[in-house]
Every structure is written in structure tokens, then in C-alpha cells.
């Protein structure tokens, strides 16, 4: 095995895989801005190592300082985490050269699936049912505008280098079509310094359920069942579950095979993430593979009992994957709350302090992956997710009923977090049916927001 692993990351993410590595008896070596030298990944590393400036630019993104941080220290191998390097092919072919393991897919497989156009077409070939648009890229606006009018509006814009939400417009009529397109084609290039779109068919009202797999490098892939994270703002997820309470046997078995079919495609290995719109007609159509460790894998975690970090490493280090798909079986309920620094009241903006005081919650059923400790300073140059909180019951309400009372006993003194928004919308009666998709927050974030105030009235 590995004997010392270069985390090249930070936050919950990096605090997460020192844990993995604790447990497997490798040592773990943090990388950190001058912005995070007090950072709760730093204190818990066996080893640590400055590595530039608070400019992500500067320290997280700078591939030769990570590298020679990584020989500096003798490390064998990198994990990158997740947002950062974790899906630049660059960086992998240059650990590649200095003979040090990237604990994730080859380059050329990451470029595959990294333009989001291109893997659309290897999964077209493939016969993984892909949203109706475009075959590849479109080149201009002209092709675009033919495009449209031929899978029929809704359609939604989409930016080939696109994530986080970004880099993406809905357009109901034609006539809005240009100026969409250009709003959307100045973001992506803002954001990702690449401006190359493409257009599918808007799905209405759908789920986002995305699988879990795994592949090692002998040939060997299993999908680890699915998550629903449908529950958005702006695009991106801030609850998820496992499993989906739509999803039954039949379609999981379909989607599964799918998922793998798109993975086996892509020549992939390691862990990924095979995400799928679900229509109101439960019709699934792939949209993207993200080639790393997803933000809530533990919600997979939790459900099948497999430690995906750890699955992560054994893989690179060339093991063959020790679990057949017979041996999963999803196993209760999971639920992830992201905690984000954000206020609700003033439209989620985002905002920093010192934490005064913390509880983190606790009991049966509830762990919580976080970077904050009492006294930590929360740094404005990075993504503002604090923590997640990870509940796991027998059923989909019990877990509710856990996560809302977990909820009770976060207290972040000093930051102001989406927490008690959660807290609202695991109460809202659609939302405990699963009568929801992603435009559920959109809709309901009004009356979500004035619940509190509702409660107060009634009771007076
Ligand atoms: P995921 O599907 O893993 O939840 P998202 O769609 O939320 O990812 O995030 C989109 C991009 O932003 C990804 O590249 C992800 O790696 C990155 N990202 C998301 N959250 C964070 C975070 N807290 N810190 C750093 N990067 C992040
Ligand atoms: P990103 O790379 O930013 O994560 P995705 O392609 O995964 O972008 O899409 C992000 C979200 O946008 C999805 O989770 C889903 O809610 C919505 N979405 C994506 N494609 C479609 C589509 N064709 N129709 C409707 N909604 C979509
Ligand atoms: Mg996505």
C-alpha cells in the first residue's frame, strides 16, 4: 500500500481524506494557503506543507508547487478531492511524469468526460440514453438557433467545460434565445476560460438521480446504487438522499446498468459519478460523469456501508475491487444536509466570521464532516460549505425526523448558515411526500422562508 498520500485539497473534503488514510495506516500530507494555516486539515495531517498565497491560483490550483510538495515530502501518491485540480487532465498527466500515483481516472479518460458535449456522444455511441440536443458542439449562434427549433423549445444552453451550475440558461421561446446564449456564453468563459456550448431539450420538472460506481483497473465495474439531489438552488445540490423513494428495484436495475455501461464507454476507473435527469414518466437520460469523489458520497456511505475513500486509494494503489454487485445492498435511509456560511433572509449571500462558539451534532444515526472548530476564522477566498451534516435511519422519515433534530443542535456561533432554512424545508409536507424536483426550492423559497413567521402567528 501507499506509504504517505499528498492531499491536495482543503476544507471538510481534505479533513475527510486524512481520515481515510489514518484508518489505513498512511500517512497524510496537507497542503495549505497562507490564508489556511490555521485550518482544521493542517492541524490534522501527520504532515504539512505551505504551498503559496490565499489566491486559489496561487496555492490550490498551482500545479508544480503541489507536485514538488508532494516529492518534497516523498509522498507516492495524490488525492485531489473534489472542485481544485480534481478534474484537470494537466495535472494528472504531470504526476504521471514524476511517477507519482493520481488516485483517480487516467488523463485521457478525465478528457473524455470532462467536455460535457464530447461525453454526450460517447454515450450516444454507447446506447446510454442521452437528453435530445445537439450531437457534439455548436459552433455559433446560427447552428444553435436550428438546433433548437428542431428538438423543440424548452432547451436548455449548456457549457461543454460547465459545473457548479454555471455556464447554463433556459430558454422557454425563441425569442429570448440570443440573448441567453450570449449571457451564457460570457459566463462559461469567465468562469472556465472556454466557451464552447451546447444545447439540449429542457426536461420539465425533473429528478436528478445520479449513481455511484466504482471501477477498478481489471475490468471491473459496479454502480453503488443512487442519489436523489433534486433539491437545488441555482443548479446546485443542497440535499440529498439515497436511496431515491421513486426509484424501485426494475429501475434501479436499469439505471445501474446504464451507469456502468457509461463508465465501461469512458474506459473509466476509479470512483465516479453517473448523473441522470429522471422525467415525470420516470424516463432517465444521462447528462454528465464526474470523474472524482462527489461532494455526497456519504450519503452512499451511509446506505451501503462501503467506505468510498478508502475504495478510492485501494483502487489506485492497482487492487482489484473486492465487492461483486451482488454483495451491495442499500441498506435504511440516508440524508446529507449542506451546510453553507449563506443567509437565507438576504438572499443566501454569503458571509464569513469567527466561530464563537460550535456544537457539532451528534447520537445515533449522525455524522457530520466539517472544517469548523471553536475559534476558527472562516476565510472569504474559498466555496462557502462549512459542513455536511449525514443522517442514516431505517426510513425515509425517520431520517427526516433525525436530520431536523440535528439540525436543532448545530449551533455555528459567529456565521450566519442555511441551517435553519434546511430545518424549515425538511417540514415542508411536499418535500416529506416526495412530491418535489429540482425546482422545488424555486418554487417553495418564499414560503419556506416565511414558515417561522407563520408558526409564530398561529400560535399567538
Ligand atoms: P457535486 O456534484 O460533487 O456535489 P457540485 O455540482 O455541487 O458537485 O459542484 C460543482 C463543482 O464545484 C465541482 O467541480 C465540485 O468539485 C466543486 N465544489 C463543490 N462544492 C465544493 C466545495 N465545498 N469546495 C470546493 N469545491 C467544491
Ligand atoms: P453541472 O456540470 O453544472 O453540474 P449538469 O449538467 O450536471 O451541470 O446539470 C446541473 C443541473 O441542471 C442538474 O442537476 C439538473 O437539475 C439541471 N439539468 C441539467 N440538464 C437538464 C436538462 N436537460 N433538463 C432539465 N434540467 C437539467
Ligand atoms: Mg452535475
Not at 119 to 137: C, L
Not at 245 to 258: E, N, P, Q, T, W
Not at 313 to 341: M, S, T, W, Y
Not at 359 to 379: A, F, Q
Request: charged fraction near 25%; hydrophobic fraction near 40%.
Amino acid at each position: 500500500m501507499f506509504n504517505r498520500i499528498l492531499i491536495a485539497n482543503r476544507g471538510e473534503i481534505a479533513v475527510r481524506i486524512i481520515r481515510a488514510c489514518m484508518e489505513m495506516n498512511i500517512e497524510a500530507v496537507a497542503i495549505y494557503s497562507t490564508a489556511d494555516k490555521d485550518s482544521l486539515h493542517v492541524k490534522l495531517a501527520t504532515k504539512s506543507v505551505c504551498i503559496g498565497p490565499a489566491r486559489a491560483a496561487d496555492s490550490y490550483l498551482n500545479m508544480d508547487a503541489i507536485i514538488t510538495a508532494a516529492k518534497v515530502t516523498g509522498c507516492d501518491a495524490i488525492h485531489p478531492g473534489f472542485g481544485f485540480l480534481s478534474e484537470n487532465s494537466d495535472f494528472v498527466r504531470k504526476c504521471e511524469v514524476e511517477g507519482i500515483t493520481f488516485i483517480g481516472p487516467t488523463a485521457d479518460a478525465m478528457d473524455a468526460l470532462g467536455n460535457k458535449a464530447t461525453a454526450r456522444k460517447i454515450m450516444m455511441k454507447a446506447g446510454v440514453p442521452v437528453v435530445p440536443g445537439s450531437d457534439g458542439p455548436v459552433e455559433d449562434y446560427k447552428k444553435l438557433e436550428k438546433i433548437a427549433k428542431k428538438i423543440g423549445y424548452p432547451v436548455l444552453i449548456k457549457a461543454s467545460a460547465g459545473g457548479g451550475g454555471r455556464g447554463m440558461r433556459r430558454v422557454y421561446q425563441p425569442e429570448d434565445l440570443k440573448k441567453l446564449y450570449e449571457e451564457a456564453k460570457a459566463e462559461t468563459r469567465a468562469c472556465f476560460n472556454d466557451d464552447e456550448m451546447y444545447v439540449e431539450k429542457l426536461i420539465l420538472n425533473p429528478r436528478h438521480i445520479e449513481f455511484q460506481v466504482l471501477a477498478d483497473e481489471h475490468g471491473n465495474v459496479i454502480h453503488l446504487g443512487e442519489r436523489d439531489c433534486s433539491i437545488q438552488r441555482k443548479n446546485q445540490k443542497l440535499i440529498e438522499e439515497s436511496p431515491c423513494m421513486f426509484i424501485d428495484d426494475d429501475l434501479r436495475k436499469s439505471m445501474g446498468k446504464a451507469a456502468v455501461l457509461a463508465a465501461k464507454a469512458a474506459g473509466y476507473t476509479n470512483a465516479g459519478t453517473v448523473e441522470f435527469v429522471l422525467d415525470e414518466r420516470n424516463h432517465y437520460y444521462f447528462i454528465e460523469m464526474n470523474t472524482r469523489i462527489q461532494v455526497e458520497h456519504g450519503v452512499t456511505e451511509a446506505v451501503t456501508g462501503i467506505d468510498l475513500i478508502k475504495q478510492q486509494i485501494r483502487i489506485a494503489f492497482g487492487e482489484p475491487l473486492k465487492i461483486r454487485q451482488r454483495d451491495v445492498k442499500l441498506k435504511g435511509h440516508a440524508i446529507e444536509c449542506r451546510i453553507n456560511a449563506e443567509d437565507p433572509a438576504k438572499g443566501f449571500m454569503a458571509n464569513t466570521g469567527k466561530i464563537s462558539f460550535l456544537n457539532v451534532p451528534g447520537g445515533p444515526g449522525v455524522r457530520v464532516d466539517t472544517l469548523l472548530y471553536t475559534g476558527y476564522e472562516t476565510s472569504p477566498f474559498y466555496d462557502s460549505m462549512m459542513a455536511k451534516i449525514i443522517v442514516h435511519a431505517e426510513t425515509r422519515l425517520e431520517a427526516i425526523r433525525r436530520m431536523r433534530r440535528a439540525l436543532l443542535e448545530l449551533v455555528t456561533d459567529g456565521i450566519i448558515t442555511n441551517g435553519d432554512f434546511d430545518y424549515l424545508l425538511l417540514h415542508h409536507p411536499d418535500f416529506i411526500k416526495g412530491n418535489y424536483n429540482v425546482g422545488f426550492i424555486e418554487e417553495h423559497v418564499e414560503e419556506i422562508l416565511n414558515w417561522d413567521k407563520a408558526a409564530e402567528e398561529a400560535d399567538a
